[in-house]
């Protein structure tokens, strides 16, 4: 495997489980405020994002490639407010996202197919990824000065159950 390609999968594999991380502690902040369905939601992101750590994980395993883990750094967001918490988690995506295409465009480079196959679910992902997270923040917009609607809106995100990644390496 390409060196930089190898190198970007590495420290993918951190970027997940911050991800992870600062998603729980999203979780935290809405559970703090009584908002156990949102609590619920970014509780199920922290398992989707453990699992994309994984599976990038398992991928360089299998490849035979050295997998080097780093320290997971503390959640840098300010959490203001709910929808701020929101917003913040679309623009983590939006960043996620730009990981992502730059290991795809590296291993494109490398010409390594094998990789680029892989990485085209992480691709999708993304696209669902933000879509879930601006429509999250589109809901709050419309119903969360409403405290039926924020209820409603928080019985709804309560109903996500976890699913795990149908992709297997």
């Known amino acids: 495997m390409d060196k930089k390609v190898r190198d970007l999968m590495n420290d993918q594999i951190n970027k997940e489980l911050y991800s992870a991380y600062l998603y729980l502690d999203f979780a935290n902040y809405y559970e703090e405020m009584g908002l156990k369905g949102f609590a619920n939601w970014f509780t199920v992101q922290t398992q989707e994002e453990r699992d994309h750590a994984m599976l990038l ?5 299998k490849k035979g490639e050295h997998v080097e883990l780093e320290p997971i750094a503390k959640p840098d967001v300010k959490l203001e407010s709910a929808l701020g ?5 679309l623009a983590h ?3 996620v996202t730009g990981l992502i295409n730059d290991i795809y465009a590296a291993a494109y480079e490398a010409k390594d197919f094998a990789t680029m196959q892989f990485l085209d679910w ?4 993304q696209v669902e990824e933000e879509d879930n997270a601006t429509t999250n923040i589109q809901k709050m917009e419309m119903f969360g000065n409403d405290s039926r609607g924020l209820y409603l809106l928080d019985q709804e995100l309560g109903a996500r159950v976890y699913a795990a990644p149908s992709l297997t390496v």
Do not use: D
């Open 122 to 125: 992480f691709v999708k992902e």
């Open 85 to 89: 918490v929101l917003q913040a988690s």
């Open 93 to 95: 995506e939006q960043y």
């Open 57 to 61: 994980l398992q991928y360089l395993q």
